[in-house]
Structure formats: structure tokens, C-alpha cells
């Protein structure tokens, strides 16, 4: 299973990239937004660059499970699993899926300090911290487009959102404003699951952002305060934040990540407003979670 679901990732990455390819070099009809955003086009062949980082990201851990999980490992593995790490990792960048982006490294973060943790002594992680940080700064002075892209999302200001549905701060602000004015009025119960759209046009139209008015909230937490009130949302929480905690507690990694990639990409996006985001949420949840119990079955039978 996890085997084909990195297979269906990879394949559809070599797809998006040649179709994007061919579009820019041979057919040559790229319109200018196109041509500006051509990295963060390139997956738009098949979804949305918001959605397909996730996918790449999944598909990275499971690389990466499916590497350490082999107990030995032929040169051609090592190098192979490096090449297709290191592929999806920079499209995951050039795709300009933000959040996705900021997950990879932080998981990358956790894991470099754990294997150096294990391995060495704290001179390393300070080291190897050092150089990420030196990296990072190299980085931010490349000039890449998806790199502006990032520096525009961290450095939103929430004074004079504009009704502009192409300026990209009030795309990113202004459902905020509507949203946080609605979860206001109706924090305890939410406003039901048939009547969010229509709650959020309501405050798009009194905040004289009536341009952004096809937008939703932009974040998970936000949408579920407004739909089922505080304890739609603390139940949400819940049923992410307890099996995070079992996931660390029994060492189960692979679903200790994904939870992760879940919990911080809803920060800045509505994931399951998609049936993309509900298929990656709702099938490797379970996949994960029985898989975690079988497993734990499975030992107190052989003990």
C-alpha cells in the first residue's frame, strides 16, 4: 500500500513536470500569471499545489519508513531512496505549497536531531543546527519566485485588507477577518454545516470585501469554530491530539508525522473542505491507526 501510493506520487510528479514542460517550451501559450507562477503550476495538472505538497510530503515519510524499516540496505537502495527524497523534497519547495514546505523542514528538523541524539553527542546537533540555519539564510537571498511566494505568507498585515480578489495579502487576510467576525457572533454553537458559506458571503459583504467572497476560511480550526461552535472543534482536536500523543508514546513515527503534517497545514488551509484533503485525511488516518492497533494486538498475543 505504501509502496503504491510513493509509485502514484512519483509518477504523477514526472507527469505534472513534462506536461508543464511542454506547455512552456513547445506550445508556448502560457498566460503571464502562468509564466510568473510556473513552479507552483507545474502540479496543477491533476490538483492544486496546496493539496499535491501534502501528497509529496506523505509520500517522503513513507520513503523514508519503507528505507529504515529494511534492516539491510544495498548501496543501490541508499542512493535510490536519496534521489527520490531529494526530488520530491525541492519540488515540494518550487510547487510553492507553503505549509507543506514549512512541515518538511520542521519533520526534517526532528529528525536530524533525533539520529544525532541517538548517534552523537549535543556538539553535533548544535553543528548541524548551525548549518541549517546558514542554509536557510543562503536561501532567503536566492530570489526564487516560490521563495517570494513564502516571504509574502509570513509577513501578512492585517491593517487595510484590500478588496482586491488578486492581491495576495487580502486573499490571505480577509477570510480571516470575515471568518473570526463570524466565529464571534456564534463561538458556543457554530452556525451549522448548511449555512458557513453563507454566514462567511454575510461578512465578506460587511467588511466591504465583497471581491473575496468565493474564498473560504483558510484554516481548519477557524471552519470548524464556525460550523459546530468550541466543542465541534475541541472534538476535532481531540481526535487528532490523542492518537499524536499514542503515536509518540508507542514510537510509531510514520503516523506521528502525518498527524503532524495534518495538524500545521490546517493552520493556513482548509484541508477538508476537498475531497482531496478528506481522501488523504480519512484513508491513511485509518491505514495508520489499524495498523498501529494490529500491531500493538499482535505483541500482547506473542508476549
Known sequence: MLKAFVAGVLLAAVIGIGNALYKRFILKNLSEFELNNFYIEIPHLFMSHVYFGLYMVLAIYMLIFLFLKQKEKSRFQKLLTSVLVSFLYVLVFTSGSFMSFIVLVL??????????????????????????????????????PSLNRYKQRIFLSFDNVENDQYNYSSNRVGPLVAGFSVAKDNWLWGVGTSDTEKAMEASYIEHGLDQLIHLNTHNQYLDFLITFGIFGLALYLLTLLYPLYISIKYKYYLY????????????????????????LYALFNSIFASQFLYGKTSNAENT
Open 107 to 144: 519533520s526534517t528538523g526532528l529528525l536530524v536531531c533525533y539520529f544525532l541524539y541517538e548517534h552523537f553527542k549535543l556538539t553535533y546537533i548544535v553543528i548541524a543546527l548551525l548549518v541549517v540555519v546558514g542554509a536557510a539564510g543562503l536561501l532567503i537571498n536566492s530570489g526564487h
Open 256 to 279: 506521528t508525522f502525518f498527524l503532524i503534517l495534518i495538524l500545521i497545514s490546517g493552520i493556513t488551509e482548509n484541508i477538508l473542505a476537498s475531497n482531496k484533503g478528506i481522501l
